[in-house]
């Protein structure tokens, strides 16, 4: 079994994951055509530090910035670049994470570039959405991480997109990355780990319009669809609690939280503005 986090625990990681909430927020104030993926490193970075946190990724396993940046066909670990601009038309997933006070906040969202998005683009952003929120309505005491994964798969694919197998969700805490919680994004219900109280764990699937095999570019860092086509991906950081759930990194007027809210999800906090 996992370590299970006390209630000082869950304390501190809600502020982690608060700030990183906000950090993501504001990242998405700076993204539109003609920025470049290192000004989005740079105000997350600036946010981060001025909220009296460290910015998780930077120097992470030899991560060499401060968040993720990832365009159209890149399924996650983007590194932001001078070079690389934002184009209109684009879509892009920002994963933010952010140690504070020894916790981390861990959570990603994809963002349209401009108002000209691609039938395509839009639907596996929307797909991706719509998956994270029905993993979240089915994690819950009791159940398994094959029902989180499953309630994600079963969409997906219903929807003629496929699931990244090569990258899951993970325990979380006062380590980043927990090796002995790991959430996929596929799976069978009724199978796999009983999820209970006092787990904290990351649901984050990444979706892609075609096939769901990756290829990882020479960086060690950078993965994109085989298939050339995009990929899109959401992500919290709830904590099982009580009798529900609390969405860490979620804020009062979160979609996904809301969404999760009306498919089921007894969300303890933050409360939602619905």
């Not at 501190?12 to 993926?37: D, F, N, Q, W, Y």
């Not at 140690?99 to 691609?118: A, K, M, N, P, Q």
């Not at 075609?210 to 919290?236: I, V």
Request: with cysteine.
């Amino acid at each position: 079994m996992p370590k299970l986090k006390s209630q000082e625990d869950i304390l501190k990681m809600r502020e982690a994951g608060r700030l990183a909430a906000h950090t993501l927020k504001h990242a998405g104030s700076v993204i539109k055509p003609g920025v470049s993926t290192e000004e989005i490193n740079t105000a997350v970075h600036e946010y981060i530090i001025s909220h009296g946190a460290y910015p998780s990724p930077l120097n992470y396993k030899g991560y060499p910035k401060s968040v993720c940046t990832s365009i159209n066909d890149v399924i996650c670990h983007g590194i932001p670049s001078k070079t690389e601009v934002l184009k209109e038309g684009d879509i892009i997933n920002v994963d933010v994470t952010v140690t504070l006070d020894g916790y981390f906040g861990d959570c990603s969202r994809t963002f349209f570039v401009g108002e000209h998005i691609s039938e395509e683009s839009i639907k596996v952003t929307n797909v991706a959405e719509e998956c994270l929120a029905r993993g979240i309505a089915v994690a819950k005491h009791g159940s398994r991480l094959g029902d989180v994964g499953w309630a994600i798969q079963s969409y997906a694919e219903k929807e003629g997109c496929g699931v990244v197998r090569d990258f899951v969700g993970h325990g979380i805490g006062k380590v980043f990355h927990e090796p002995d919680l790991q959430v996929p994004h596929y799976g069978r219900s009724g199978t796999g780990l009983k999820i209970v109280r006092g787990m904290i764990f990351t649901i984050e699937p990444m979706i892609n319009a075609g096939d769901w095999r990756m290829k990882m570019m020479k960086d060690g860092w950078t993965s994109k669809t085989l298939d050339g086509k995009p990929s899109a991906q959401f992500e919290h950081t709830i904590a099982i609690v009580g009798n529900g759930i609390e969405i860490l990194t979620a804020l009062e007027d979160d979609p996904i939280a809301i969404r999760a809210k009306a498919l089921g999800a007894n969300i303890l906090w933050p409360e939602l503005k619905v």
